[in-house]
C-alpha cells in the first residue's frame, strides 16, 4: 500500500538536497528554492510535471514501478535510497544486480593491508580480490575457486588447512551467511542456482540449510594449520558495504607468536613468487 505522506516528503527532501551539477544541469543564480525545480525532476524522469507535482503533495494517481524506477534514477538515489522509495510507493522492491567489481576506494583500502590476510567477496561468496599473504595462507596455488561457499563444501581439500575441530563450527556460519543473502535474493536466479548446486553436492550443506539459521558473520575466529609455519590462530573481521553488498575480510594475529608466523609466511610467499616469475 502506498505511503502517499511519506512518498512526498521523501521526493521533496531528495529534489532540494541535488544541485544541478549533480544531475548533469547548468547551475544558475536565479533560483529561490534549494535543490533542483520540480519540472527538472520531471523532466529527467520523463513524466509531466503535473503529475509529479502532485506526487509532492500526497495526491493523484499511484505510480508504477516504472514510474518510481525512473524517479529513483533521476534524483540519484542510492541502492538503499531506492528500495525506500519503493516501499513508499507501494510497489515490489526489485531484486539488486549481484556486483563483480570492487570499486576504486575499496580496493586502495584492501591494497594498504598488505600485511594482513585480505579478501573481498559478494554476498554470492564470488572471490573479486586477494592479497598475496591471503594466498599463500590459504595455499592457492593449488585450490583456485572463484567462490568461498562453493570451495568450502564442494572441495575437501579446502579444510585441510582447518583443524578438524573447528570444521562444524565455520560451515554453520557460511550457511546462515548465505541464509541472509537468500532472504533479501530470494527472487535472484543466481542465488537460487548457488543453493540448489551446494545442497546436491553436499549433505552437511543440506542439513544445516534445513535449520534456517540466518545471520551475517561479522567477528569469528579462525586457526589455519598451515603446512610450512604451522598453526596460526586468527581473527577473522568482516566488514560489509551494505549499498553493493560486497565484504572485506580481514585476518588479524591473535598473539605475537602468530604476527610473526604471518610475516614468515609474508615472506615465503613473495620468494614462491619469484620463483615462479
Not at 594498504?112 to 554470492?124: Q, S, V
Not at 582447518?162 to 533479501?184: C, F, G, I, K
Not at 566488514?239 to 602468530?258: H, N, S
Request: net charge negative; proline share 5%.
Amino acid at each position: 500500500m502506498i505511503d502517499r505522506a511519506g512518498l512526498a516528503e521523501f521526493l521533496r527532501r531528495r529534489r532540494e538536497g541535488l544541485s544541478p551539477s549533480e544531475v548533469g544541469l547548468p547551475e544558475t543564480t536565479r533560483r529561490r528554492t534549494p535543490g533542483l525545480r520540480r519540472e527538472e525532476v520531471a523532466a529527467l524522469a520523463g513524466v509531466s510535471s503535473d503529475f509529479y507535482a502532485r506526487l509532492e503533495q500526497a495526491r493523484g494517481s499511484d505510480p508504477s514501478e516504472s514510474v518510481v524506477t525512473a524517479l529513483a534514477r533521476a534524483l540519484r538515489c542510492t541502492p538503499d535510497e531506492r528500495d525506500h522509495m519503493f516501499r513508499l510507493a507501494g510497489v515490489p522492491v526489485p531484486p539488486r544486480q549481484v556486483v563483480r567489481h570492487v570499486e576504486p576506494g575499496l580496493r586502495e583500502l584492501a591494497a594498504h593491508l598488505e600485511d594482513l590476510p585480505t579478501l573481498i567477496y559478494n554476498d554470492l561468496g564470488d572471490v573479486l580480490y586477494t592479497n598475496a599473504l591471503d594466498d599463500a595462507l590459504a595455499c592457492r596455488e593449488e585450490l583456485r575457486d572463484g567462490n568461498v561457499y562453493r570451495t568450502w563444501f564442494t572441495c575437501r581439500e579446502s579444510r585441510d588447512h582447518v583443524p578438524e575441530a573447528d570444521r562444524a563450527r565455520l560451515s554453520a556460519a557460511h550457511v546462515s551467511d548465505l541464509r541472509a543473502t537468500y532472504s533479501r535474493r530470494a527472487e535472484d536466479q543466481q542465488i537460487t542456482a548457488l543453493v540448489t548446486d551446494l545442497a546436491a553436492h553436499s549433505e552437511e550443506f543440506r542439513t544445516l540449510w534445513d535449520r534456517h539459521d540466518v545471520a551475517v558473520r561479522h567477528v569469528d575466529l579462525k586457526d589455519i594449520q598451515h603446512p610450512t609455519v604451522g598453526l596460526i590462530r586468527l581473527r577473522c573481521q568482516v566488514l560489509v558495504t551494505p549499498e553493493v553488498d560486497l565484504r572485506l575480510r580481514v585476518l588479524l594475529p591473535l598473539t605475537a607468536a602468530d604476527a610473526e608466523k604471518l610475516a614468515l609466511l609474508r615472506v615465503i610467499g613473495a620468494q614462491r613468487f619469484a620463483e615462479t616469475s
